[in-house]
T-cell receptor, first 113, second 112 residues
Framework: DTEVTQTPKHLVMGMTNKKSLKCEQH?????MYWYKQKAKKPPELMFV???????INESVPSRFSPECPNSSLLNLHLHALQPEDSALYLC????????????FGAGTRLSVL | TQLLEQSPQFLSIQEGENLTVYCNSS?????LQWYRQEPGEGPVLLVT?????EVKKLKRLTFQFGDARKDSSLHITAAQPGDTGLYLC????????????FGSGTRLSIRP
């Protein structure tokens, strides 16, 4: 099973809403990632968790709050987003021990109104 | 300025034609990866090249790592509509849980 599952697939939210994106993998991977991808652009790294600890934060605004409850789950909590935050949010995972081969989920398409 | 520049940015060709996508940098890399991202999906790793001058084949796709390990190319023979997508070269970093640096991307459209 090389699947990274993201829910929901689509999300529409207002600027005052609070919502969460979820990501799950059962490959025993110890590193998990959040990326943001705007249309026709490559993915941009937001956060990296290694062994359930936040190891990289790419200067992401505090309205995005990541959480790693356990080694299989990764959440991204959203609050007071702006319309420019509308994008495809991708989750990925990797072994975290040897190589940096990352497996990506299908993403959550987020629209902020 | 993008560390990894890809060309062309966009390519639309007829089914059956051949094409080459380039990934260039002024930096030397220990390895480079190529990903394909289909519409509505996340990127999928196609190949990792690690040795200067290395050539890897994946069915109709041929990947080459430059001798100086500063560039890479992807050649597709007899393109099919299923090859349509965003092709990304990437540097996977030096450690096992590090930031992937993606290239600027090439959007490929194959017309039936």
């Amino acid at each position: 099973d090389t699947e990274v599952t993201q829910t929901p697939k689509h999300l529409v939210m207002g600027m005052t809403n609070k919502k969460s994106l979820k990501c799950e993998q059962h490959m025993g991977h110890r590193a998990m990632y959040w990326y943001k991808q705007k249309a026709k652009k490559p993915p941009e790294l937001m956060f990296v968790y290694s062994y359930e600890k936040l190891s990289i934060n790419e200067s992401v605004p505090s309205r995005f709050s990541p959480e790693c409850p356990n080694s299989s789950l990764l959440n991204l909590h959203l609050h007071a987003l702006q319309p420019e935050d509308s994008a495809l949010y991708l989750c990925a995972s990797s072994q975290g021990t040897i190589s940096n081969i990352q497996y990506f989920g299908a993403g959550t398409r987020l629209s902020v109104l | 300025t993008q560390l990894l520049e890809q060309s062309p940015q966009f390519l639309s060709i007829q089914e059956g034609e051949n094409l080459t996508v380039y990934c260039n940098s002024s930096s030397v890399f220990s390895s480079l990866q190529w990903y394909r991202q289909e519409p509505g999906e996340g990127p999928v790793l196609l190949v990792t090249v690690v040795t200067g001058g290395e050539v890897k084949k994946l069915k109709r796709l041929t990947f080459q790592f430059g001798d100086a390990r500063k560039d890479s190319s992807l050649h597709i023979t007899a393109a099919q509509p299923g090859d349509t997508g965003l092709y990304l070269c990437a540097f996977p970093g030096y450690s096992s849980a590090s930031k992937i640096i993606f290239g600027s991307g090439t959007r490929l459209s194959i017309r039936p």
